[in-house]
């Protein structure tokens, strides 16, 4: 987004111990998807003495949350002439529609909490995220770094790290290309990865914004074992685990998954492989349970 203070670290340490135990202890349910990762707000406040700005607000994200229940990517505007503002909401590509009404309709009431009235805004959570802006606002390329999470260092890897994280890296530039939603999870030889791009971008477009984020990935997090890197029209996640197997396993497009703050912690660390490796094995379940 354009001009938007970076207050994404919102997300407190104690908050993260709790979900570690939280997935350790309980089965994945729609309720893991409303943590948030972190929220973009704009510096400039809505100017709205007639209160138009707040009604045509309060419309158009009505309107994102009652097209969750049928979609996973949405966007509009509403409005006219000076007053427009657009929005859009995306799901994870592997939520059912109920997941996703479910996670899309959290947010109004936490951009309120956490930005308050402001021209732009963007509320990221880990099943969805949703953001709106005022017609004029200040556009940010495709590929801008909005927030990203590397995780700890490892110095004992195995031999070929470097080479199995790229490889899975051109697993996923071809998988969000051939999937029919632009997401895509899978494994390989130890690594768990999912990305996704926003769903009005091209194919080739998206498969040019996942290697942007893989590249940052890289550059900023350099041999963390795991990282999350979140662009403005896409993200990616990997977790590398040293005794995990050698086994292949993917699944494709299933529809069952400006500061940068870094946080090189290991407890936040174990959460981001945690959260990769469950997502990754609800796809797989859930494709797997697609086909009785």
């Not at 003495?49 to 509009?76: H, M, R, W």
């Not at 880990?126 to 953001?131: A, F």
């Not at 994280?165 to 990865?193: A, C, I, P, T, W």
Request: glycine residues 8%.
């Amino acid at each position: 987004m354009g001009m938007i203070r970076n207050l994404y670290s919102h997300s407190h340490p104690f908050l993260f111990l709790f979900t570690v135990f939280w997935f350790l202890l309980l089965p994945m349910t729609d309720a893991d998807n409303i943590y948030l990762v972190y929220k973009g707000c704009a510096d400039q406040k809505l100017h709205d003495p007639s209160g138009i700005y707040s009604q045509n607000l309060k419309t158009l994200l009505d309107s994102l949350v009652s097209q969750s229940e049928k979609k996973a990517f949405f966007t509009t505007t509403y409005g006219e002439g000076q007053n427009v503002i657009m929005g859009l909401y995306q799901c994870r590509g592997d939520l059912s529609n109920t997941d996703c009404y479910n996670c899309v309709s959290k947010i109004p009431d936490m951009l309120e909490n956490l930005c308050g009235k402001v021209v732009a805004a963007r509320v990221q959570l880990i099943g969805c995220y949703l953001r709106y802006e005022i017609v004029g606002f200040k556009q940010v390329p495709e590929t801008q770094l909005l927030y990203k999470v590397c995780g700890a260092k490892e110095e004992s890897y195995n031999d070929g790290f470097e080479e199995r994280r790229d490889s899975v890296f051109g697993m996923v530039e071809s998988g969000v290309k051939n999937s029919g939603n632009l997401f895509y999870s899978g494994s390989y030889q130890s690594f768990y990865v999912l990305g996704q791009c926003e769903g009005d971008l091209a194919k080739d477009d998206c498969g040019d914004c996942v290697k942007s984020a893989e590249d940052q990935a890289k550059a900023e997090c350099g041999d963390s074992i795991s990282s999350q890197v979140y662009l403005h029209k896409c993200f990616v996640s990997y977790s590398f685990y040293s005794k995990g197997g050698t086994n292949i396993s993917s699944s494709p497009g299933s529809l069952d998954t400006q500061r940068t703050v870094a946080l090189a912690v290991g407890a936040f660390a174990a959460l981001g492989f945690l959260i990769v490796c469950l997502l990754f094995l609800k796809s797989v379940l859930k494709k797997k349970s697609d086909k009785y």
